[in-house]
């Protein structure tokens, strides 16, 4: 996923490849939850400018995507307690910008020095993924 921002959310543009869809040519619902978590953990990265990992997600699938078909992600911070909690929304819509799914989330927030010393990020992801967030 590309990503991009105009600092109110976190957007992506992408499509479901076809060997990830299920009936007649509809998106598994699980490649659409994971596109939703990680649109929602991009979210938490870039405004918190901390380290995300989903501790519960509610999907609600509300209308067919379909594989091939061109789709808008968002994902915003709905809330953070300033400590380890963040709620955190994402969105789906099709190519008519007709919301397909939707999503929100519990998510752990951690630092880079707390990720690093856990052995989830070595110094170079954090190089990567964390350091260009924080010198922008």
């Not at 509300?62 to 969105?91: F, M, P, T, W």
Request: contains cysteine.
């Amino acid at each position: 996923m590309k990503l991009f921002t105009d600092e109110s959310a976190v957007y992506s543009w992408l499509s479901v490849p076809d060997h990830m869809g299920g009936w007649k040519n509809i998106a598994h619902g699980g490649i659409v939850s994971t596109i939703l978590d990680e649109i929602m953990g991009w979210a938490g990265l870039y405004f918190l400018k901390k380290i995300t990992l989903t501790t519960s997600m509610t999907v609600n699938f509300l209308k067919a995507i379909h594989v091939a078909e061109k789709l808008e992600a968002q994902g915003r911070v709905v809330s953070y307690d300033g400590n380890k909690n963040a709620v955190l929304s994402g969105c789906l819509y099709n190519q008519n910008h007709v919301l397909c799914a939707k999503a929100t989330g519990n998510f752990t927030v951690l630092s880079a020095k707390l990720a690093k010393r856990i052995g989830m990020m070595t110094d170079a992801d954090i190089k990567e993924f964390f350091e260009p967030l924080i010198n922008q």
